[in-house]
């Protein structure tokens, strides 16, 4: 810990790491940070947190951060340091040409689930106000969007039926494509005391994650499937519950579409649905799936949790809802100790995404082409909105290559390193003729950028967060901004250069625009935060005081929707080059592709991704613990060390994706959620080979 001296003041705020969204005392001596203490009165955390919220703000001083805006004519030429109108005049007048050149649909945005609700929103509005088209999407693209789907199509909303303290009431969990003990490490804490206490857990992962055999814990089925056979897998859970009679009849007579039902009984009914047909397919014996489907059928209240194992796949939004298929079918909805709950990944993906951020939703996840949704907002930004969907992230990248899409402002996010297919994204933002960073450092996607405007941590900005359990947190500011402005400042200077005449003078008035234009967050306003401390939407008039357990009298759209979800094997096949199954994952003292925990060096770090290959698959290939290997796809090839181990099944290989040398996403894919275009990074056939070394 870098000490400098005894605090004399502290400020709440909210970790800008995960979707726990656990609440911190940051505790200063006068404009410097001395230490974030976990806050005792945070309902997320209730005074818990893990190393990277406690210790890993180093980053916000790192000298990597660049603090002065910067343009150039062509990413040829080197960066030009220019004063913040100049950078803002030059963006704007680039992107306005842009327009009257290749028209109002030429250019769009992209902003990130790291900023804050406030942000997101103008980010947003920036786009369907000023640039005049729908071409918005965020980083949810990559990581939840089939949440998004899956649940909105099943249950009416796009979030998480719990809050945390529901777990305190589960008798049965499953776990599935997640890993909380790295990902979400304080609600793992909460999962891990009530299956202690003896709550039972199943663990559906194709790695033995430590969940499964910790101590004092030993889960009661860990079903290690076959990566890609998510939906075979919860199919033949399903078809047990329903051929054993084990459905819940009452709360679906009441609760859900009866003949939907029906159909979807009879589909899981099939013979070839059965556990016994698909063990081959999934890799997991039919004693097994069946022994699972009856505990979570009738071992009481039955709650599960997800991650990205679920969602980034090509049949993402498929598994969602067959996950909320499962919970309508047993019953377990609308009560502590059930539901369906997505781990968010990171901080504000939830709040990114109820501000509007995808191409085809107005705030709140109402469809553009809802003509009452959209007077709404014409009424108070005093202008036409677009009634037609605008471009997700690889359609904005596959028009560029096409030379239909021309510019692009860029908020929070690395596109270069995070989405899939670099070689595409570099190609696509190569083709356009002005690029817009504005982030923390100088990323990979600033290569091929023309202007860079310099972004704020999370300690120098008011705002709010959203965690996994729809909490609505408070950011406060701690600091003054190192580079002169917060985001969402930022975002309104742009947004004034192309004469839009904002004028907000604090992040509370924009959330007040929020509640004025979006039913779901009606009654929230700074004041009610200060009081309530947090609130979890919806909260409005019907629910004054927020929503910690939705859906308890009904669901949001009415009836529960079951659908039919349909095995569709994904396109990546394994054969004799590419033999083994590569699936990836996070550890817990790194974030995602590193950038803030690789720049905090107060803390020694994991300092590398490892491959893990199990012993049988090691000895084939003469591999030894520790040495070298070239890990190869259809795509790309990396060098990795291995570690061997039997946390992975033969024939499956698992790493991490935190170090930019380990160029994950060259190995991956190019497939995606056939709904949402959430890439497949959890399958990739690949062939790993004894190597020198990089
Ligand atoms: Fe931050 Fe998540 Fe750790 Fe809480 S669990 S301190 S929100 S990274």
């Known amino acids: 810990i870098i000490e400098v001296g005894q605090p004399d003041h502290s400020v709440v705020t909210t970790c800008a790491y995960c979707g726990v969204g656990c609440s911190f005392k940051a505790e200063m001596r006068g404009e410097e940070l001395v230490r974030m203490v976990p806050y005792k009165q945070g309902k997320a955390n209730r005074g818990h947190s893990c190393v990277k919220g406690r210790f890993a703000y180093g980053y916000t001083s790192h000298k990597d951060r660049i603090l002065n805006p910067m343009i150039r004519d062509s990413i040829e030429d080197p960066w030009q340091e220019v004063s913040w109108d100049e950078a803002i005049s030059f963006a704007a007048t680039k992107l306005r040409d842009l327009q009257s050149k ?236 059930v539901g369906v709950n997505p781990l968010r990944g990171q901080n504000n993906v939830q709040g990114a995404c109820d501000m509007g951020s995808f191409p085809h939703e107005l705030p709140g996840y109402r469809h553009v082409s809802d003509d009452a949704t959209r007077e709404v907002f014409e009424k108070i930004w005093g202008t036409k909105i677009d009634d037609e969907p605008g471009l997700r992230i690889p359609n904005m990248l596959d028009a560029a290559v096409e030379g239909t899409f021309k510019g692009l402002y860029c908020q929070g996010e690395d596109i270069l390193q995070s989405d899939p297919n670099t070689k595409h994204v570099a190609a696509g933002l190569k083709a356009m003729e002005c690029v817009i960073v504005h982030d923390l450092f100088l990323n990979e996607t600033a290569n091929y950028a023309h202007v860079f405007l310099p972004g704020s941590s999370f300690l120098e900005k008011d705002g709010t967060f959203t965690n996994a359990e729809r909490r609505i947190n408070r950011v406060r500011k701690v600091m003054a901004p190192k580079n002169g402005y917060a985001d969402w400042q930022v975002t309104q200077l742009l947004a004034n250069a192309m004469d839009a005449g904002w004028n907000y003078t604090h992040p509370s008035q924009v959330m007040d625009e929020i509640a004025a234009t979006t039913p779901s967050f009606a009654n929230v306003n700074y004041d009610a935060l200060e009081e309530k401390g947090s609130i979890q939407w919806p909260c409005n008039d019907a629910a004054p005081e927020g929503t910690p357990i939705m859906h308890t009298n009904g669901f949001v759209r009415g009836k529960g929707q079951f659908v039919v979800t349909e095995y569709i094997a994904t396109d990546e096949k394994t054969g004799p080059r590419y033999p083994l199954l590569l699936t990836t994952g996070r550890i817990l003292s790194q974030y995602n592709v590193g950038a803030q925990t690789r720049r905090t060096e107060n803390v020694v770090w994991h300092d590398q991704d490892d491959l893990e290959i199990h012993p049988f698959d090691a000895e084939n290939r003469g591999i030894q613990d520790g040495s070298w290997v070239r890990l190869a796809s259809r795509s790309g090839e990396t060098a990795l060390r291995a570690k061997v181990t039997d946390r992975v099944s033969p024939g499956v290989v698992y790493t991490t994706f935190h170090h930019p040398d380990t160029q994950a996403n060259v190995i991956t894919t190019d497939y995606s959620d056939w709904a949402t275009n959430c890439p497949e990074y959890k399958v990739t056939a690949v062939q790993v080979s004894p190597s020198n070394g990089p």
């Open 102 to 337: 290749h028209g109002v649909r030429s250019i769009g945005g992209i902003t990130s689930s790291r900023c804050t609700n406030e942000e997101t929103f103008l980010v947003q509005k920036l786009i369907r106000q000023v640039f005049g088209n729908n071409n918005t999407d965020t980083c949810a693209r990559v990581c939840h969007s089939p949440t998004g789907y899956g649940l909105k199509t099943t249950f009416g909303t796009s979030a998480g039926t719990q809050d945390f303290d529901s777990v305190e009431d589960t008798d049965v969990v499953i776990v599935m494509g997640a890993n909380p003990t790295d990902g979400h490490p304080v609600f793992a804490s909460r999962l891990k005391k009530r299956l202690r206490q003896g709550a039972k857990l199943i663990v559906i992962d194709p790695r033995r994650i430590d969940l499964v055999r910790t101590p004092h814990i030993q889960a009661a089925h860990h079903l290690a499937l076959t990566p890609g056979t998510n939906v075979a897998v919860m199919t033949a859970l399903a078809h047990t519950i329903v051929t054993e009679g084990l459905c819940d009849e009452d709360f679906i007579r009441t609760q859900c579409d009866w003949e939907e039902f029906q159909d979807w009984a009879e589909f899981v009914s099939r013979p070839e649905n059965s556990p016994e047909s698909t063990a081959l397919l999934t890799g997991v014996p039919a004693e097994e799936l069946r022994s699972a489907a009856r505990l979570f059928a009738t071992g009481g209240n039955g709650a599960i949790y997800y991650g990205l194992g679920v969602t980034e796949h090509s049949q993402g939004s498929t598994t969602v809802i067959s996950i909320a298929n499962l919970a309508m079918a047993t019953g377990n909805i609308g009560r502590r100790g």
